[in-house]
C-alpha cells in the first residue's frame, strides 16, 4: 500500500518523501511544480504532475498507485502575501483542499495527514499554546488553513476517514544529509533569510516588528527542525495505521527565540556579521508563537531527535552554502525579508 504525498516537491514534502523512503515505504509524489521543484523528488519516486484539486487526476493516481494514505503540503504558505492576496489563499488553500478530500472519499481513502498552521491561533495567544487555545486568525492565511481542517473534520464525521492535523510552529533547517532543504530563492522564513544573509546571497536583513510586547521588541518563535517534523508525520501515520483516533496536534519544542536572537545565533554559527534593518511591524504576524507540543508527546510517542537552535541553523547554513555553490542557482541580491 503506498502513501500519496501531495506538495511532495517542495520544502516541507521533500522532507517527508525522505523520511518514508528512509523507511522503505512506498510512496508517490503529486505536485503541480509552481513552487516545488523536480530535482527534490528522488528518480526512484513517482511523481504525478498535476493539480490537487483534478479530481479525475486523483482518482486515478489513487487506484494506479493503490494508495491508502495521503499526507497533504500542498498549500501556499506566506502570512503577509495572504494579506495581499486573500483570495489566492482561499482558492489553493481551502478550495483545493476541499477538492481533494472529496475525490479522495470517493477513490476509498481513508487516511489522511493534513498540514496546517499555528497561524490559526491569531496575533497573541496564550503561551505556550495548545491545541484548545481559542482560534482566531490574524491572516488569511491561518483563516485557509482553519477552514481546511473543519472541512476535514465534517468531511470525517461524513465518510468514515481517519485523520491527523498537524499544526506547524516555525519550520527551518535541512536534511543534515544535504538530500533536501529549501531550494526557493523567494522563500520567507527567518532562518532562512538570515543564513543566506550571513553568506552573503542577500544584502543584509530585514526584521519587522521592534515594539512589539515582547522582552526585546521583536517576534518570538518556536523553531521546529525540518526532520523533526516529517518524524511527526510518520508518528502520525502510524497512529492511523494502528486504528488510532483522528487528532489535531501541535508540532513544536515548546520553548521560542526571538528573532534578535536568531539573527545572533546565525551570526555565531556562521562566525560572519550582516547588517539588519528594522522595519515597522507587519499585518498577520503574531508577537509570540510557542507550543504546548505535550499533547503529540502523549498521543503519537513522537520524540524530538534535533531540539537546538545552532543545531537548526547549523544545518541550514550547510544547506545554503551546498545548493547555492552552483552559480546557475544563485538568486539575485535581495534583502532578505523576516
Known amino acids: 500500500m503506498t502513501v500519496l504525498i501531495t506538495g511532495g516537491a517542495g520544502y516541507i ?43 479525475a487526476l486523483v482518482m486515478k493516481t489513487v487506484a494506479a498507485h493503490n494508495v491508502e494514505a495521503v499526507v497533504h503540503f500542498a498549500a501556499r504558505i506566506s502570512a503577509p502575501e495572504s494579506v495581499r492576496d486573500p483570495f489566492g489563499y482561499y482558492a489553493a488553500n481551502t478550495a483545493k ?29 496564550p503561551t505556550p499554546t495548545s491545541e484548545t487555545a481559542p482560534t482566531d486568525p490574524a491572516s488569511p492565511y491561518g483563516a485557509s488553513k482553519l477552514m481546511s481542517e473543519r472541512i476535514l473534520r465534517d468531511g470525517a464525521a461524513a465518510h468514515d476517514l481517519a485523520y491527523v492535523v498537524l499544526r506547524y510552529f516555525n519550520v527551518a533547517g535541512a ?41 526585546d521588541g521583536t517576534g518570538v ?24 483516533d483522528s487528532q489535531t496536534l501541535n508540532c513544536g519544542y515548546g520553548w521560542g527565540y526571538s528573532v534578535r536572537e536568531v539573527v545572533e545565533a546565525v551570526r555565531r554559527v556562521s562566525e560572519r556579521n550582516f547588517p539588519v534593518a528594522e522595519k515597522p511591524r507587519r499585518a498577520g504576524d503574531p508577537y509570540v508563537s ?32 551546498f545548493w ?3 552559480e546557475a542557482r544563485r538568486p539575485r541580491l535581495a534583502r532578505g525579508r523576516a
Open 13 to 55: 514534502g521533500s522532507h517527508m518523501v525522505l523520511a518514508l523512503r528512509d523507511a522503505g515505504e512506498p510512496i508517490v509524489v503529486l505536485d503541480d511544480l509552481s513552487t516545488g521543484f523536480r530535482e527534490a523528488v528522488p528518480a526512484d519516486v513517482p511523481l504525478v504532475v498535476g493539480d490537487v484539486a483534478d479530481r
Open 175 to 215: 536534511d543534515h544529509r544535504l538530500r533536501a532543504g529549501q531550494r526557493s530563492p523567494g522563500a520567507s522564513n527567518l532562518i532562512t533569510l538570515a543564513t543566506r544573509a550571513a553568506l552573503g546571497l542577500n544584502e543584509g536583513l530585514s526584521i519587522f516588528g521592534t515594539d512589539l510586547p515582547t522582552p
Open 324 to 326: 547555492w555553490t552552483n
Open 221 to 244: 518563535r518556536d523553531y521546529i527542525h525540518v526532520s523533526d517534523l516529517a518524524e511527526a508525520h510518520v508518528a502520525a501515520l502510524r497512529h492511523l495505521r494502528a486504528g488510532g
Open 290 to 321: 510557542v507550543a504546548d507540543a505535550s499533547l503529540i508527546r502523549e498521543t503519537l510517542g513522537w520524540r524530538p531527535k534535533r531540539a537546538d537552535l545552532d543545531l537548526i541553523v547549523g544545518d541550514a547554513l550547510r544547506w545554503e552554502e
Open 97 to 125: 483542499t476541499s477538492a481533494l478530500l472529496e475525490a479522495l472519499t470517493a477513490a476509498g481513502v481513508r487516511r489522511v495527514i493534513f498540514s496546517s498552521t499555528a497561524a490559526v491561533y491569531g496575533l497573541a495567544p
